[in-house]
């Protein structure tokens, strides 16, 4: 049971912005909000986390609903390199991995 | 380098026989996470240490399963018995917890794909 729920795929053009939506909405009020991404034959990399706030980093945004039931990932400028699997998972240790919403990335 | 690494990268083996493998975490990192994967699914986690502690073993985690991570730095993963199931991309994070906050990013290793002849 990932506990998250996210479009199986999206795609999206080089250098336009990219909304990857979750549904956390079960979330608990200690679980973190996490993203990850994976690209083919590597393990996943991390890209960003948060509890409640928004958050900015060099990689993407994060944007949290304020009930928490939700979250968006937000690639400012979608480059062929983005295109991944992104998994959006909540917990803390034992992060749940669900299927995660492939990227395709078009130029 | 100084990301996570696994060794082998790939192994094939025939049902029956038992395997390990082997994972080097970020040197200063104090957890240690194994996860399994799929085709087309995500990683599914196994158990997780911090330092040579064993915290937590998922139900994914059977008896043919053992997982040890003896001086705190190093981890090995060893499957007995090998089934056609056990077919799988074996994965290896680290992380670096303090006391001071919230959880810290897992740094994953590349894997180790295991096929089951």
């Known amino acids: 049971d990932a506990k998250t729920t996210q479009p199986n795929s999206m795609e999206s053009n080089e250098e336009e912005p990219v909304h990857l939506p979750c549904n956390h909405s079960t979330i608990s009020g200690t679980d973190y909000i996490h993203w990850y991404r994976q690209l083919p034959s590597q393990g996943p990399e991390y890209v960003i986390h948060?509890?409640?706030s928004n958050v900015n980093n060099r990689m993407a945004s994060l944007a949290i609903a304020e009930d928490r039931k939700s979250s968006t990932l937000i690639l400012h400028r979608a480059t062929l390199r983005d295109a991944a699997v992104y998994y959006c998972?909540?917990?803390?240790?034992?992060?749940?991995f669900g299927a995660g919403t492939r990227l395709t990335v078009k130029p | 380098d100084t990301g996570v690494s696994q060794d082998p990268r790939h192994k094939i083996t025939k049902r029956g026989q038992n395997v390990t493998f082997r994972c080097d975490p970020i040197s200063e990192h104090n957890r240690l996470y194994w996860y399994r994967q799929t085709l087309g699914q995500g990683p599914e986690f196994l158990t997780y240490?911090?330092?040579?502690?064993?915290?937590?073993k998922s139900r994914l985690l059977s008896d043919r399963f053992s997982a040890e991570r003896p001086k705190g730095s190093f981890s090995t993963l060893e499957i007995q018995r090998t089934e056609q199931g056990d077919s799988a991309m074996y994965l290896c994070a680290s992380s670096l917890i303090t006391w001071a906050g919230g959880p810290q990013p897992q740094h994953f290793g590349d894997g180790t794909r295991l096929s089951i002849l």
């Open positions: 998972i909540r917990g803390a240790n034992d992060m749940r």
């Open positions: 240490f911090q330092n040579e502690a064993q915290l937590e």
């Open positions: 948060g509890l409640t």
